[in-house]
Each structure stands twice: as C-alpha cells, then as structure tokens.
C-alpha cells in the first residue's frame, strides 16, 4: 500500500477512471450488441436506428478517450457495413 499522499491520491484518480471508462465501454458493447441483433433478425429499419444511436456513442467514447480513434472508426465500419449488407 502506498505511504505517500500523492501515490494514494493517484490510486484514487485511477480508479475513479476505471470506473467511468468501464461504464463507457460498457454502452458501447450494448448498442453494438444491438445492432448486431436487429441485422440478424434481418431488420433494415431498426438496425439503421441502432446503428445511428451506436455512432453516436461510438463517437462519444473516442472523445473522451475510451477508444482511439482508428479502433472507433473500424468498429463504425464494420457495423455500417453489416447493416448496409441486409437485403
């Protein structure tokens, strides 16, 4: 255990970070899970309103540095491209 306040402060920060990136993370999975639902259930119109609210969180989270910003991009094109290939 760390013995000087500025080390227990930092132990403090970094969890504090964890926490919030976790919960962040965490959002993201759950709209691109739902993406993922509505393209296997062949559902253009509710897989394009997913996609758009998974962008957008996407988006988010590479703002405040969860994700860089190629790892973003990738996951967004890879949804776009799932979405677009429902016939």
Do not use: C, F, P, W
Request: proline content about 0%.
């Amino acid at each position: 255990m760390a013995n000087i306040k500025s080390a227990k402060k930092r132990i403090l920060v970094a969890e504090t970070r964890t926490a919030r990136n976790k919960a962040i993370r965490s959002k993201v999975k759950t709209a691109i899970k739902k993406v993922d639902a509505a393209v296997a259930a062949n559902d253009k119109e509710a897989a394009k309103a997913a996609l758009t609210a998974a962008t957008s969180e996407i988006s988010k989270a590479t703002t405040k540095g969860v994700y860089h910003k190629n790892n973003a991009s990738r996951k967004i094109s890879r949804l776009s491209k799932a979405v677009n290939g429902i016939a």
